[in-house]
């Protein structure tokens, strides 16, 4: 937990008393005496129910042959008709395994850049330094992915780009970064890194700021290093933060970043950066065909629940910490 | 603050690298930055490869790029508009999500596991599109500024990152409050909101900042061009192609496009980097200090 | 006596009020209509613009505009998504496709009970041309205004750099081969630095345009193969699945594997490649003749080289002697009514409002503003921007905010080309402008497609697509080796995915409605 008590675990010395105080109609009481809570929480709940859920509800289109005039409740069923065509389209693997591989390629760099971000930025004693690099580690975030694709054509273009005149300079041949099919998984990956690391960082940077410095005051009087300080107080003191950060991001996996692979994708990359809301722009949407690109959402979404529920499973089995 | 110690070596080099680390990463993140500054003033008669024009001398800037978005009735407006959307959004967001988090993180609440799974599944399910248009069009909310913070009032992901934070308040703060015979409102308002401002204005900020940079939830609700927040007057600029056949009148003067677009999009950062400073000064170290041991 | 007048002039003043409520008779009609803008960016008309208050006061409209986005794929989608939700408005501007998808919705009105509402429109603007792209099995599913001017595009070349090189322009492909490769390897602008190249271009695909894309349609069309379809009653099918179309793509790789071509072309979008041009990178390319040469386009090119001068240059000869600039067709944009505004009964407003646009004031006014503040007439009776403050003439930012519908007025009359192209002086001296260039491609060979766009897209349409663009991307980049086996085997997969079958569906539409010549 972000907070001093992360050693100690005062709930399982309270809550038990309070459960034997309550008794057989335990339950009841429980409620009422939360009654406040409830109430409190009404209006968001409602909110709640009728943003998230009514959609789902018109979700149902999934199952169905929308038709605009006959609205959600009018067309027609066809039953699992959209799964089956969004499975059994031609670049059905394709897709899957390039929206799983950027996911996953952006966990792998992204939170641990943004974990190492914000320790460095936690341990860094040199004010400025520190001051400047995070205003500006922050600062992409606010840069959408149209002029994140301007930047990149500047920087990777083979003709005139900063990094081919380097790799001209030593004699080597210039490489056309955006549209080489091996060199666009890393550009896609390693730029959302660069975009998001800093927005990323500030989470951890405020659960790294709620630690309490009595612990490092502790620590460094029985001589303990800085190495060790970082190891054995710092991190584990974000766990519960990493770990959730972690588990949501798995829990969308099926989301690789539509617009930026929108903006920097081209015709010749499309077997490596062609993911599945691309594909669904294009065969969903722009052929108005709602019910299937509906169907792919609730696809998606089974594969999440499955993937969190069963990671959370292992977490909680190995640490104390998990998503619920 | 830490003791101030003689360092060991393994200390010194320990700093060295934290350092040096950080030095690399501020290069990474300079030149791009700097060459989307040098490419918003970059003037017509420019010239050259990207990294000269990273090198451009700043007496040859030109600010006519600038000068051309600043000086447009329409610039004005929409960013009028996207303020509006900022501070309500911001507003009704942490109003709705902060009594939800704070429930999630009453360990002792009947129904948690229940109340937990209805707030997961939505997350997962995004269900896309057109079930959320049709929504917004029942509801009425069609040609209203709220349609373009409403929908995303709640975030699942912001509000179980608070959830997180509500928890780890010292249980013996909340405890004393409630054998005090304090209902949960009191406890909220009167014991952990004050001790949360820093979890209140990161969470404020990933809203606002995710409705100030909204454009599809504007494009598609908001047909009354009054109402059109700065997005969507940016990704017009930025993204027109062949409907604009009089290519013959250029909308902004005298500035290179490409000039056009970096300016746009700084222009439409700037009101986050004014405000992200000040919050900072409250991410203070030590805010859990003072209540645990007085 | 007094009494009596009294009451009399009551009674007649009751009367003329009661009868003037009368006679201003119905309520106001609200017309709402999603436009394309001339220039999105500009922003929209002021809410006191003098169209409004004539629609009120005249006819008792109240307009409610609302411009769609400037990139056609955020139109298509905020129009879908619309319809989907039955809240389309009542008068839109729609791309082909979507409207087509929306037709078999029942989500656009037949509208051919309105044409005879609009006199001022017949001749010019909704005549049996434009009548005939609208309709589909007999209904007219909306108003087809003519679009931009026809064949305005054209290759052109660097003549300072021929002449500098020594070099004559090129009439055939491989003397285009010789001329690029000069261009990129001989240093034809002086500088000392390689940092020039022959051909420029990026991918533009349009419905009838795919494969390469417009840019590269020059050199498609000399092996025969411009366009998406060849529209001959004798070879009638996909280009890409042509003999001829594989000898093509060997050419365009020859030229990219030996750096002739720009290699930023696959990543580049439009003001990417005409940035481009203006800073000198490359020295033959096809482009429209405003893009290149009206004023304020041509003006940093013009800083930049003074002494630089574009070349119209015929479409170059291919083996078989074929030589065209490109495919065209009916140009036309749509406008589609929804059944709901039919249903409100605002079919007659609506026709009205069209019609009064197309009427002498209202070309004026939506054309290109008041008269002294936007616009002055010269000597010769043409339209020009001088002779009118310099903040609220038609060409400035301010003026562009009432031209905004013009789209939906101009046909392409002298008034408007006079107008919108006029000639200009260069840094070094030469009096050019848009119009010489517009003549001379016009005069080039073209290839004739129309009714190509009323093709019914194939059933797979989005992955097909996908599948021939990229295949023919990755040849000409090399990513795949171009031999005949290859090849061969990319058209067998075409097929698979439905290609045969589409170009049989087509085949029998075309047959249908005479288009195969």
């Given amino acids: 937990m972000i907070g001093g008590n992360s050693m100690t675990s005062p709930t399982t010395t309270i809550a038990p008393a309070r459960a034997g105080r309550t008794g057989g109609s335990g339950l009841w009481k429980n409620i009422k005496r939360h009654k406040s809570v409830y109430l409190l929480a009404s209006i968001s709940l409602t909110y709640f129910v009728i943003f998230k859920y009514v959609p ?34 031609y670049y059905f693997w394709e897709l899957i395994r390039n929206t799983v591989m950027y996911s996953i390629g952006k966990m792998i760099f992204s939170i641990p850049a943004a974990i190492f971000l914000s320790v460095t930025l936690y341990e860094c004693r040199i ?34 780009g900063i990094v081919n005149d380097v790799i001209k300079l030593f004699g080597g041949e210039p490489i056309s970064f955006l549209t080489d099919a091996k060199a666009f998984p890393w550009i896609v990956i390693l730029s959302d890194m660069w975009k998001e690391m800093g927005w990323s960082a500030i989470i951890f940077l405020a659960a790294l700021m709620g630690i309490d410095p009595s612990l490092f005051e502790a620590a460094t009087v029985e001589g303990a290093s800085a190495w060790q300080r970082v190891r054995y107080i710092t991190l584990p003191s974000i766990r519960p933060v990493i770990v959730m950060v972690f588990l949501l991001r798995l829990g969308t996996i099926l989301d690789a970043g539509f617009n930026q692979i929108f903006m920097l994708y081209s015709l010749p990359v499309y077997s490596v950066a062609d993911i599945i809301d691309t594909w669904i722009y294009r065969q969903g949407l722009l052929e108005f065909r709602f019910g299937l690109a509906t169907a792919v959402g609730l696809f998606k979404g089974v594969f999440g629940l499955i993937l969190i529920v069963v990671s959370n499973r292992l977490i909680r089995k190995h640490t104390d910490s998990g998503l619920y | 603050m830490k003791s101030s110690i003689r360092l060991t070596k393994s200390d010194k080099f320990f700093h060295f690298l934290v350092n040096t680390s950080l030095f690399v990463i501020l290069a990474i993140f300079v030149i791009p930055i700097w060459s989307t500054i040098t490419l918003s003033f970059r003037p017509n008669t420019f010239i050259g490869s990207a990294l000269d024009g990273m090198l451009l001398a700043p007496w040859k800037w030109s600010t006519s790029a600038y000068e051309a978005l600043l000086g447009h009735r329409a610039f004005l407006t929409s960013t009028f508009n996207s303020f509006r959307i900022f501070f309500q959004g911001v507003a009704t967001a942490l ?77 013996e703060l909340k405890e004393s409050a409630r054998i005090d015979g304090a209902s949960e409102i009191t406890v909220l308002l009167k014991i952990i ?47 027109s192609s062949g409907m604009n056949e009089y290519v013959e009148v250029n909308a902004f003067g005298e500035a290179p496009i490409a000039a056009i677009k970096a300016a746009s999009v700084l222009l439409a950062a700037i009101p986050m980097l004014i405000a992200y400073p000040f919050i900072q000064r409250y991410f203070v170290k030590g805010t859990m200090l003072g209540s645990v041991k007085g | 006596m007094k009494r009596t007048i009294s009451i009399m002039m009551t009674l007649i003043l009751a009367i003329v009020c009661i009868g003037s409520t009368f006679a201003q008779g119905a309520k106001p009609v609200t017309i709402e209509m999603w436009y394309g803008a001339a220039i999105t960016e500009a922003g929209p008309p002021p809410d006191d613009w003098v169209v409004y208050k004539i629609l009120r006061e005249k006819y008792g409209i109240e307009l409610k505009i609302t411009a769609e986005p400037s990139n056609e794929n955020d139109q ?39 044409y005879p509402l609009m006199p001022n429109r017949a001749e010019n603007h909704f005549n049996a041309d434009s009548i005939a792209f609208s309709t589909i099995r007999g209904k007219s599913y909306g108003f087809a205004f003519p679009g931009s001017l026809q064949r305005n595009e054209g290759l052109v070349i660097r003549k300072d750099w021929l002449d500098k090189l020594g070099l004559k322009m090129p009439t055939t492909l491989d003397e285009l081969y010789d001329v690029c490769y000069a261009f990129t390897f001989k240093d034809p602008d002086g500088n000392g630095k390689n940092d020039t190249y022959g051909y420029g271009a990026f991918v533009e695909l349009f419905d009838q345009e795919q494969y390469l894309g417009r840019r590269f349609e020059p050199i498609m069309a000399a092996f025969g193969v411009a366009g998406t379809w060849n529209m001959t009653e004798k070879n009638f099918g996909l280009n890409a699945k042509k003999p001829e179309f594989f000898e093509a793509l060997k050419f365009v790789n020859k030229m990219v594997e030996n750096k002739v071509v720009d290699p930023d072309w696959p990543s580049l979008k439009k003001d990417d490649f005409r940035a481009a041009w203006k800073q000198g990178k490359f020295g033959v390319m096809r482009e429209q003749m405003a893009a290149l040469a009206a004023q304020a386009n041509y003006a940093p090119f013009d800083k930049n080289f003074p002494n630089g001068e574009w070349a119209a240059l015929p479409p170059p000869k291919g083996p078989k002697g074929l030589a065209a600039t490109g495919i065209y067709d009916a140009n036309y944009r749509i406008y589609a009514v929804s059944p709901k505004a039919i249903k409100a009964g605002k079919k007659e407003a609506i026709a009205k409002f069209l019609d009064w646009m197309a009427s002498d004031e209202g070309y004026k006014l939506i054309g290109w503003g008041v008269e002294g503040v936007n616009y002055s007439i010269d000597a010769n009776g043409d339209i020009t921007d001088k002779n ?40 070094n001296g030469r009096r050019i402008g848009p119009m010489p260039y517009l003549k001379t491609f016009q005069s080039y060979p073209w290839i004739n497609v129309t009714g190509a766009g009323t093709i019914a897209p194939s059933p797979n349409n989005a992955d097909l697509k996908r599948f021939i663009n990229q295949g023919v991307q990755e040849f000409v980049l090399g990513k795949t080796a171009l031999t005949k086996e290859n090849f061969d085997a990319f058209v067998a997969q075409m097929d698979k995915l439905g290609a045969a079958a589409w170009e049989k569906a087509a085949r029998a539409q075309m047959d249908e409605n005479g288009y195969l010549k």
């Fill in chain 1, 56 to 89: 789902i509800w018109n979700a149902q289109i999934a199952f169905k042959d929308f038709m605009a005039l006959d609205g959600v409740l009018g067309s027609p069923w066809v039953g699992l008709q959209n799964f089956k065509d969004f499975v059994n389209s």
């Fill in chain 1, 127 to 160: 004010f400025f330094l520190r001051k400047s690099v995070q205003t500006l580690a922050y600062l992409p975030h606010f840069l959408s992915w149209v002029i994140m694709y301007a930047i990149l054509l500047a920087i990777l273009s083979p003709s005139n």
């Fill in chain 2, 95 to 171: 109003f709705l999500t902060v009594p939800l988090a704070y429930i999630l993180s009453i360990k002792t609440l009947p129904g948690r596991k229940l109340l937990y799974g209805i707030v997961i599944i939505p997350y997962l399910f995004n269900v896309g599109l057109i079930p959320n248009y049709l929504l917004v069009a029942k509801l009425g909310l069609m040609d209203k500024l709220a349609a373009v913070y409403l929908p995303g009032a709640i975030s699942v992901y912001n509000t179980l990152i608070m959830k997180s934070f509500f928890e780890g308040i010292s249980e």
């Fill in chain 2, 193 to 239: 909101l004050p001790l949360s401002k820093p979890i209140l204005l990161t969470i404020g900020l990933y809203y606002g900042v995710h409705f100030w940079n909204d454009f599809f939830n504007a494009m598609l609700y908001l047909n009354d061009s009054a109402l059109q927040p700065l997005p969507i007057l940016l990704r017009n600029i930025l993204l």
């Fill in chain 3, 76 to 114: 298509d989608v905020k129009i879908l998504a619309a319809a989907a939700a039955n809240q389309l408005p009542d008068l839109f501007m729609v791309r082909r496709d979507p409207w087509q998808t929306l037709i078999k919705q029942g989500l656009v009105a037949p509208v051919n009970d309105m």
């Fill in chain 3, 388 to 427: 009118v403050p310099a903040d609220t003439k038609f060409s400035s930012p301010k003026g562009q905010t009432v031209t905004q519908l013009r789209n939906m007025v101009f046909y392409n009359s002298a008034l408007e080309l006079g107008a919108r192209y006029p000639y200009y002086t260069t840094a």
